[in-house]
């Protein structure tokens, strides 16, 4: 229902059972929705549970059209439970930029009520604490949540269904979802409807719902005609699209996530779903060149089950933080150090008896200091610190209350924890809302609130994001319009505010900070655009005045894209992007400034933000740097931490009017290349198929190039060759001529030139430019005996090429090209046998060994905003094989010829591809070869008199790759 003054209602109709039949089969029950505003969409988002007979309760989620009349996409889950309970009855409170889900649980004798957190609205929810909200008393059933926020701002109000044994209302009031307080002998408790619920009116409105004359009606709303764009929905949990890095599970199915980079990027962390711990999600770390070691990091409990998740990771990856579950039930917050990170450090909380949960959410740059929250024994949550030897020492940063009350929570730290950027509570007589803050100072006692964008100085603000050195702060603040805007505090003691504004023309809309460049010159996060989307946004110039769209991955510009990092001097941003599937994908732009900075970094680092997926990779060579922002007047250089004191407030900001938004400045001020990092690494990996059957095919290729002739003493023997090898994706084919001479009777010398007339490679990442040419020797001892002969046979040959090489675009990636040279050697040692049957009947076995290294030259990529720099690969194989041959007499000269063979590597052959991209990180990828291969081969030999031979064979094999090669070789020769 949907209503533009409470009394005139229009009401819509969703039938999921006829809509969705393919996501709700044999629908029995759909209920208790609620409606949340979406800011990244500018529109709301419907949530509901549902049940069938077959899955139980669920809950999911959908956007709703501009009219209220549909909804835009298909629903999707909205929480995936870490302790396998179906839960009902949801509802989300936004606070301080966290997202608060209150669930009733459903498949478990007691019902209750507990909670789940998460940073986006959609995704993402973890559960805190498996036990239930202490709510009610023991007994008693509830469902039904519902918080509020009261309106003076002293905190919030849970409200719940007290279904039995009794009816009424039960209300419990909290400042942080962590601890309840029972609130009784309210009007509200002896209220007597189920799952109600409580929305804030203003005097008018509460008037004119109360009017004797005023008659409330409802009536059914037309469906909207007009076309609808489709908002953003997060990726399913089981879906088909598996992102590069997988899952923990052995079929890469169900969900993971990245929270944080290592510098180099070779490091990644976050959380996945795994096969041995059900439904509980577990903080992960992807490492290696490739990212393709996964590793479940662990808990805290002593059986090591439960529910993780890793926030953070120092520069050299070798310190993962974030949060454990403990032996009691409790996320807490913890460190993953030492060798592969076994060693496992319950940093504990605030609480003098280690009760309650605590998380840390941001590390120094070496890893040594750990900021996030953590319980109190005051009953709330406070922002906090842990430092010294193993983290040991803890430190209550508090708030910005006299009396350190209420609550704060730490997002943020310059690069050696000196500064700490977060939010805290402020007296009353400033304000009943939480405010941006810094800790500094020695043991970080020096609190400055910094205020917000509103003309009062009152209104919630948050710091997300701070230059290395701490002397510029970002975040979002609410303004005079009531928008959240992107905001920024720089100067002395950081008392210069900016609103950086919006995308809109009269900047309206929604719009925040996730990431500095190292100075704070160039600020990147996100804002609302005129379509409605939020689209990552960068803010740079003389006061940050001037700002550009960076776009979306969707083909017709709408969706939503959001800039999370940014590199040390701010040209590159790293982030997401929704694509036409709707999927949010990694994605990296390429910004160039349009005049020169009067400083920059030549070796940038993406700074990452401690409260969402972070990027940090190595940057590429310096080039144009972003446009020169005025220089922050510098604070006093904050000490470095020492032992806890307790915090005293050094300053509160006075009232003071408010920033004027920044104006627009026109999107041609900066050029952009937009790239999708998911897409990219997919190219290559489908480059590195190609690369390795080019590889395959060179071995191949060598093979004939290793022909012997027997001649006798004193002669000189020729031979001119023409033959084709094929593995269905690659086409080779090689012209030998060899000439041998004999030594004696039985033993002959001689030598080959080799080229290749035609080549088709896979097409069209390669193209051979130049035609092959190569070489090689041989040796023949053959020793006749009565009607047959042994032999002994030893060459070798090399030959090379170059190719042009161009990676294949997809959807927003580049099309990278370069040229390498592709070659080899190759050897065989062969002894064999030819024993005569009965007349002209011939049969024969024979064995050996060959060896083979093929190589592709390493190159770079040009013409690219970020170039691929691809390592030379080395290709080596040792075969033990053995066959058995036949030459069967048709006609006097002529006879058909056959054979069959079976090789097996020595040792396991190595085909390795490894590359590496600035901002994008590193590729390692393996072949994974055959060991047993085999081969048969027909064809004839016709003898045409004066010793002149030529043979005709076709041949049928097995690759190392596992696929089916076919080739064929005609062979002319004879004696001088």
């Given at each position: 229902?949907?209503?533009?003054?409470?009394?005139?209602?229009?009401?819509?109709?969703?039938?999921?059972?006829?809509?969705?039949?393919?996501?709700?089969?044999?629908?029995?029950?759909?209920?208790?929705?609620?409606?949340?505003?979406?800011?990244?969409?500018?529109?709301?988002?419907?949530?509901?549970?549902?049940?069938?007979?077959?899955?139980?309760?669920?809950?999911?989620?959908?956007?709703?059209?501009?009219?209220?009349?549909?909804l835009t996409e298909t629903p999707r889950k909205l929480f995936?439970?870490?302790?396998?309970?179906?839960?009902?009855?949801?509802?989300?409170?936004?606070?301080?930029?966290?997202?608060?889900?209150?669930?009733?649980?459903?498949?478990?004798?007691?019902?209750?009520?507990?909670?789940?957190?998460?940073?986006?609205?959609?995704?993402?929810?973890?559960?805190?604490?498996?036990?239930?909200?202490?709510?009610?008393?023991?007994?008693?059933?509830?469902?039904?949540?519902?918080?509020?926020?009261?309106?003076?701002?002293?905190?919030?109000?849970?409200?719940?269904?007290?279904?039995?044994?009794?009816?009424?209302?039960?209300?419990?009031?909290?400042?942080?979802?962590?601890?309840?307080?029972?609130?009784?002998?309210?009007?509200?408790?002896?209220?007597?409807?189920?799952?109600?619920?409580?929305?804030?009116?203003?005097?008018?409105?509460?008037?004119?719902?109360?009017?004797?004359?005023?008659?409330?009606?409802?009536?059914?709303?037309?469906?909207?005609?007009?076309?609808?764009?489709?908002?953003?929905?997060?990726?399913?949990?089981?879906?088909?699209?598996?992102?590069?890095?997988?899952?923990?599970?052995?079929?890469?199915?169900?969900?993971?996530?990245?929270?944080?980079?290592?510098?180099?990027?070779?490091?990644?962390?976050?959380?996945?779903?795994?096969?041995?711990?059900?439904?509980?999600?577990?903080?992960?770390?992807?490492?290696?060149?490739?990212?393709?070691?996964?590793?479940?990091?662990?808990?805290?409990?002593?059986?090591?089950?439960?529910?993780?998740?890793?926030?953070?990771?120092?520069?050299?990856?070798?310190?993962?933080?974030?949060?454990?579950?403990?032996?009691?039930?409790?996320?807490?917050?913890?460190?993953?150090?030492?060798?592969?990170?076994?060693?496992?450090?319950?940093?504990?909380?605030?609480?003098?008896?280690?009760?309650?949960?605590?998380?840390?959410?941001?590390?120094?740059?070496?890893?040594?200091?750990?900021?996030?929250?953590?319980?109190?024994?005051?009953?709330?949550?406070?922002?906090?610190?842990?430092?010294?030897?193993?983290?040991?020492?803890?430190?209550?940063?508090?708030?910005?209350?006299?009396?350190?009350?209420?609550?704060?929570?730490?997002?943020?730290?310059?690069?050696?924890?000196?500064?700490?950027?977060?939010?805290?509570?402020?007296?009353?007589?400033?304000?009943?809302?939480?405010?941006?803050?810094?800790?500094?100072?020695?043991?970080?006692?020096?609190?400055?609130?910094?205020?917000?964008?509103?003309?009062?100085?009152?209104?919630?603000?948050?710091?997300?994001?701070?230059?290395?050195?701490?002397?510029?702060?970002?975040?979002?603040?609410?303004?005079?319009?009531?928008?959240?805007?992107?905001?920024?505090?720089?100067?002395?003691?950081?008392?210069?505010?900016?609103?950086?504004?919006?995308?809109?023309?009269?900047?309206?809309?929604?719009?925040?900070?996730?990431?500095?460049?190292?100075?704070?010159?160039?600020?990147?996060?996100?804002?609302?655009?005129?379509?409605?989307?939020?689209?990552?946004?960068?803010?740079?110039?003389?006061?940050?005045?001037?700002?550009?769209?960076?776009?979306?991955?969707?083909?017709?510009?709408?969706?939503?894209?959001?800039?999370?990092?940014?590199?040390?001097?701010?040209?590159?941003?790293?982030?997401?992007?929704?694509?036409?599937?709707?999927?949010?994908?990694?994605?990296?732009?390429?910004?160039?400034?349009?005049?020169?900075?009067?400083?920059?970094?030549?070796?940038?680092?993406?700074?990452?933000?401690?409260?969402?997926?972070?990027?940090?990779?190595?940057?590429?060579?310096?080039?144009?740097?972003?446009?020169?922002?005025?220089?922050?007047?510098?604070?006093?250089?904050?000490?470095?931490?020492?032992?806890?004191?307790?915090?005293?407030?050094?300053?509160?900001?006075?009232?003071?009017?408010?920033?004027?938004?920044?104006?627009?400045?026109?999107?041609?001020?900066?050029?952009?290349?937009?790239?999708?990092?998911?897409?990219?690494?997919?190219?290559?990996?489908?480059?590195?198929?190609?690369?390795?059957?080019?590889?395959?095919?060179?071995?191949?290729?060598?093979?004939?190039?290793?022909?012997?002739?027997?001649?006798?003493?004193?002669?000189?023997c020729w031979s001119a060759s023409a033959g084709f090898v094929?593995?269905?994706?690659?086409?080779?084919?090689?012209?030998?001529?060899?000439?041998?001479?004999?030594?004696?009777?039985?033993?002959?010398?001689?030598?080959?030139?080799?080229?290749?007339?035609?080549?088709?490679?896979?097409?069209?990442?390669?193209?051979?430019?130049?035609?092959?040419?190569?070489?090689?020797?041989?040796?023949?001892?053959?020793?006749?005996?009565?009607?047959?002969?042994?032999?002994?046979?030893?060459?070798?040959?090399?030959?090379?090429?170059?190719?042009?090489?161009?990676?294949?675009?997809?959807?927003?990636?580049?099309?990278?090209?370069?040229?390498?040279?592709?070659?080899?050697?190759?050897?065989?040692?062969?002894?064999?046998?030819?024993?005569?049957?009965?007349?002209?009947?011939?049969?024969?076995?024979?064995?050996?060994?060959?060896?083979?290294?093929?190589?592709?030259?390493?190159?770079?990529?040009?013409?690219?905003?970020?170039?691929?720099?691809?390592?030379?690969?080395?290709?080596?194989?040792?075969?033990?094989?053995?066959?058995?041959?036949?030459?069967?007499?048709?006609?006097?000269?002529?006879?058909?010829?056959?054979?069959?063979?079976?090789?097996?590597?020595?040792?396991?052959?190595?085909?390795?591809?490894?590359?590496?991209?600035?901002?994008?990180?590193?590729?390692?990828?393996?072949?994974?070869?055959?060991?047993?291969?085999?081969?048969?081969?027909?064809?004839?030999?016709?003898?045409?008199?004066?010793?002149?031979?030529?043979?005709?064979?076709?041949?049928?094999?097995?690759?190392?790759?596992?696929?089916?090669?076919?080739?064929?070789?005609?062979?002319?020769?004879?004696?001088?």
């Amino acid at each position: 229902m949907r209503s533009a003054d409470l009394i005139h209602w229009k009401s819509s109709t969703i039938n999921f059972a006829t809509e969705f039949p393919n996501l709700f089969p044999s629908l029995t029950a759909a209920w208790a929705p609620q409606v949340a505003y979406d800011p990244l969409v500018d529109r709301n988002m419907v949530y509901l549970s549902a049940a069938n007979n077959d899955w139980g309760h669920q809950s999911y989620y959908a956007h709703s059209n501009n009219d209220f009349t549909k909804l835009t996409e298909t629903p999707r889950k909205l929480f995936f439970a870490r302790d396998g309970v179906k839960y009902i009855d949801n509802d989300i409170t936004e606070k301080d930029g966290k997202y608060y889900l209150l669930m009733k649980t459903e498949s478990t004798p007691t019902k209750g009520i507990k909670l789940a957190v998460s940073d986006h609205l959609t995704w993402g929810y973890t559960m805190p604490t498996n036990k239930y909200l202490p709510l009610v008393n023991g007994g008693q059933a509830i469902e039904g949540p519902q918080a509020y926020r009261l309106n003076d701002g002293n905190g919030y109000m849970v409200m719940y269904d007290r279904y039995y044994p009794n009816n009424g209302f039960g209300l419990s009031k909290t400042d942080d979802f962590k601890t309840f307080t029972t609130v009784s002998n309210t009007d509200i408790n002896d209220l007597n409807p189920r799952h109600g619920g409580v929305v804030s009116l203003t005097s008018d409105e509460l008037h004119r719902v109360l009017d004797n004359d005023t008659k409330i009606t409802v009536e059914n709303a037309a469906p909207s005609t007009t076309a609808d764009r489709r908002a953003q929905a997060a990726p399913s949990a089981g879906s088909g699209d598996k992102r590069d890095l997988g899952t923990l599970k052995a079929d890469n199915g169900w969900a993971s996530e990245i929270w944080g980079l290592s510098a180099t990027g070779t490091i990644a962390v976050g959380d996945s779903y795994t096969d041995s711990n059900g439904p509980n999600m577990r903080a992960a770390a992807w490492s290696g060149t490739d990212l393709s070691q996964k590793q479940d990091l662990g808990t805290l409990r002593a059986d090591n089950t439960g529910a993780a998740k890793a926030y953070a990771v120092s520069k050299d990856g070798a310190v993962i933080a974030g949060i454990a579950e403990n032996g009691d039930e409790n996320l807490h917050a913890v460190t993953w150090s030492g060798t592969n990170w076994a060693t496992k450090t319950d940093l504990g909380t605030l609480t003098s008896d280690q009760s309650g949960t605590s998380g840390v959410y941001a590390l120094s740059s070496d890893g040594r200091i750990a900021a996030g929250e953590s319980s109190v024994d005051l009953g709330t949550t406070h922002a906090a610190l842990w430092s010294g030897r193993n983290w040991s020492t803890k430190t209550d940063l508090g708030s910005l209350r006299s009396d350190n009350s209420g609550m704060s929570w730490a997002y943020a730290l310059s690069k050696d924890g000196s500064v700490v950027g977060g939010y805290a509570a402020t007296d009353r007589s400033v304000d009943v809302y939480s405010h941006a803050t810094l800790w500094s100072g020695t043991n970080w006692a020096t609190k400055t609130d910094l205020g917000t964008l509103k003309s009062d100085n009152r209104g919630t603000s948050v710091v997300r994001a701070l230059s290395a050195d701490g002397t510029v702060a970002a975040g979002s603040s609410t303004t005079d319009s009531g928008y959240t805007h992107a905001a920024l505090w720089s100067g002395s003691r950081w008392s210069d505010k900016r609103d950086l504004g919006t995308l809109r023309a009269d900047n309206s809309g929604s719009s925040w900070v996730r990431a500095l460049s190292s100075d704070g010159r160039i600020a990147g996060g996100m804002a609302t655009t005129a379509s409605g989307f939020a689209h990552g946004v960068v803010w740079f110039g003389d006061g940050w005045r001037s700002r550009t769209d960076l776009g979306t991955l969707r083909s017709d510009g709408g969706g939503v894209s959001e800039v999370q990092a940014l590199s040390a001097d701010g040209r590159v941003a790293a982030g997401y992007s929704e694509t036409d599937a709707g999927d949010p994908h990694a994605v990296l732009w390429k910004i160039t400034y349009p005049t020169t900075p009067a400083s920059g970094s030549t070796n940038p680092q993406a700074q990452t933000r401690a409260s969402g997926p972070a990027v940090s990779t190595a940057a590429p060579p310096a080039e144009q740097a972003p446009a020169q922002a005025p220089a922050p007047a510098t604070a006093q250089s904050p000490a470095q931490p020492a032992e806890p004191a307790s915090p005293t407030v050094a300053s509160s900001p006075s009232q003071a009017p408010a920033p004027e938004p920044t104006p627009s400045a026109p999107a041609s001020d900066a050029r952009t290349q937009l790239v999708d990092v998911t897409n990219t690494r997919r190219s290559v990996s489908r480059l590195r198929y190609d690369t390795f059957s080019v590889l395959e095919l060179q071995r191949q290729s060598l093979a004939y190039q290793q022909q012997t002739w027997s001649c006798s003493r004193g002669s000189l023997c020729w031979s001119a060759s023409a033959g084709f090898v094929s593995d269905g994706s690659g086409t080779d084919t090689l012209s030998t001529l060899p000439l041998s001479y004999g030594l004696t009777d039985n033993l002959t010398v001689g030598a080959h030139l080799s080229y290749a007339p035609y080549r088709a490679l896979p097409s069209p990442a390669f193209n051979d430019t130049r035609t092959a040419v190569g070489a090689g020797a041989f040796l023949n001892w053959n020793q006749p005996y009565a009607g047959g002969a042994w032999y002994l046979r030893t060459a070798f040959g090399a030959s090379q090429y170059h190719a042009d090489i161009r990676r294949l675009q997809s959807t927003a990636t580049e099309a990278g090209t370069g040229g390498a040279r592709i070659g080899g050697l190759a050897g065989t040692l062969e002894f064999g046998q030819t024993v005569p049957v009965f007349e002209d009947l011939v049969v024969g076995w024979h064995g050996g060994v060959r060896t083979s290294r093929i190589t592709r030259q390493g190159y770079t990529e040009a013409n690219v905003s970020f170039p691929v720099q691809y390592d030379g690969i080395v290709y080596r194989s040792t075969l033990a094989y053995l066959g058995a041959d036949i030459a069967v007499p048709l006609t006097t000269n002529l006879s058909w010829i056959s054979g069959v063979e079976i090789e097996q590597a020595v040792r396991k052959p190595t085909l390795r591809f490894t590359a590496h991209a600035d901002y994008i990180g590193d590729f390692k990828y393996a072949a994974d070869l055959t060991r047993t291969r085999g081969e048969a081969r027909t064809g004839l030999k016709f003898g045409l008199g004066n010793n002149l031979t030529v043979s005709a064979t076709a041949s049928v094999r097995t690759t190392a790759l596992g696929t089916t090669a076919i080739g064929g070789l005609l062979s002319f020769g004879g004696e001088l």
